[in-house]
Nanobody, 115 residues
Framework: QVQLVESGGGLVQPGGSLRLSCAAS????????MGWYRQAPGNQRELVAS???????NHAESLKGRFTISRDNAKNTVYLQMDSLKPEDTAVYYC?????????WGQGTQVTVAT
């Protein structure tokens, strides 16, 4: 059974930082492209960042310099470091694992940026 379990979300003040983690099980983690997406109320789900199995990363242009994705294949875990958070970063953040034939989602973790 495939599981993607996100953690690290919560309430943070503007300008603060959070690190999200996504622990994967039930898949051959190292062959998957891992990604983080987010969805704010009333908005479509959007890509935040992705990292290929060889380590190549892709970050949403508007988030470059503040958000950084990384992965640890030994721990079957992908991370999202979020710095200089803004209220508009408030959303549910979802972990994604995909190959050309598979596509899996985590249950999401809430990130709220507010005073």
């Amino acid at each position: 059974q495939v599981q993607l379990v996100e953690s690290g979300g919560g309430l943070v003040q503007p300008g603060g930082s959070l690190r999200l983690s996504c622990a994967a099980s039930g898949i051959s983690f190292r062959v998957y492209t891992m990604g983080w997406y987010r969805q704010a109320p009333g908005n479509q789900r959007e890509l935040v960042a992705s990292i290929h199995n060889v380590g190549t990363t892709n970050h949403a242009e508007s988030l470059k310099g503040r958000f950084t994705i990384s992965r640890d294949n030994a721990k079957n875990t992908v991370y999202l470091q979020m710095d200089s958070l803004k209220p508009e970063d408030t959303a549910v953040y979802y972990c994604n694992a995909r190959t050309p034939v598979d596509n899996y989602w985590g249950q999401g973790t809430q990130v709220t940026v507010a005073t």
